[in-house]
């Protein structure tokens, strides 16, 4: 375990949550105690799998920072809020994100995504609830217990909104990590996932044949559709057209008064942009 960090030996009394895969202390305010569930295994391994790759991760400004481990816990970085909290936070004063944060939010997650699959890493389930925020804002990809290394099966599954039919879950790859990258993109300026008002089975139906929500009124719709479309080979390309785009905008652009949001997806769908790919 890290010398820099102190893990008091009760935790009874701290503030904590609990996961899928295990139950998170706040132990202080820059550190927090990631512990498997007692006697469950599966537990036990995702928090084994998970190890694994923040060691093969390190230091990454994408990444939350590694501070020590225990033989049943790791002792990571602490974060503000996960970026679907902030998308609801914008929801509920009927906004969208700002221009300059949406530019922001969105190279620095391609950039992570970058990272990890350089790394041999998938993070498998993809989602703004696994996407935290620093005390400064800025992105931090996060919660590998289910994900795969180098190929290895993934412990959890992606969520439906996230997932298309035609990729598959028990093995995940660079272009299903992408796909659901675009969703992540599209809640990020929307505030909202594809087809929010879809069951699995109507999702996987439409994304089955190619359809997916609208995307011309959005500044990252043409790379919402080309992640949709598997029309990336690799994330550094996600990357590069975001830098694009923000290069077009301009850093000092401010963007104008927020949209009231209503409800993006319903019964309308992208039939044209899947046509004319």
């Not at 997932?163 to 995940?172: A, G, I, M, N, V």
């Amino acid at each position: 375990m890290s010398d820099e960090v102190s893990v008091p030996t009760n935790l009874s009394g701290l503030p904590w949550t609990c996961g899928l895969s295990g139950a998170v202390w706040f132990i202080s305010d820059k550190a927090v105690l990631k512990r498997a569930f007692t006697d469950d295994e599966p537990s036990k391994q995702q928090l084994r799998v998970e190890r694994q790759i923040y060691e093969r991760l390190g230091s990454h400004p994408r990444i939350p920072a590694l501070l020590g481990t225990q033989p049943d816990a790791l002792i990571l970085q602490r974060l503000q809020c996960s970026l679907r909290e902030r998308l609801l936070e914008h929801r509920a004063r009927n906004e969208r994100p700002p221009t300059p944060d949406v530019l922001r939010w969105a190279l620095q997650t391609a950039e992570a995504m970058q990272y990890i699959h350089s790394r041999g890493v998938c993070q498998v389930d993809v989602g703004t609830y696994n996407v935290l925020l620093d005390a400064d804002g800025n992105v931090k990809l996060s919660d590998f217990a289910g994900s795969s290394l180098d190929g290895s099966p993934p412990l959890i599954c992606p969520s439906a909104h996230a997932t298309h039919p035609r990729l598959s879950t028990t093995q995940p790859s660079v272009q299903s990590e992408l796909f659901a990258l675009g969703s992540l993109l599209y809640e990020l300026e929307t505030t909202y996932q594809p087809f929010h008002d879809k069951n699995d089975a109507e999702l996987e139906a439409l994304f089955g044949v190619d359809v997916f929500p609208a995307t011309d009124d959005l500044l990252l719709g043409e790379v919402v559709r080309k992640c949709w479309m598997r029309q990336y080979g690799g994330a550094g390309e996600v990357v590069a057209d975001i830098q694009r785009i923000r290069d077009r905008v301009g850093d000092a652009v401010l963007s104008p008064a927020p949209p009231e949001l209503g409800e993006p997806g319903t019964g309308s769908v992208d039939t044209e942009s899947s046509a004319r790919c």
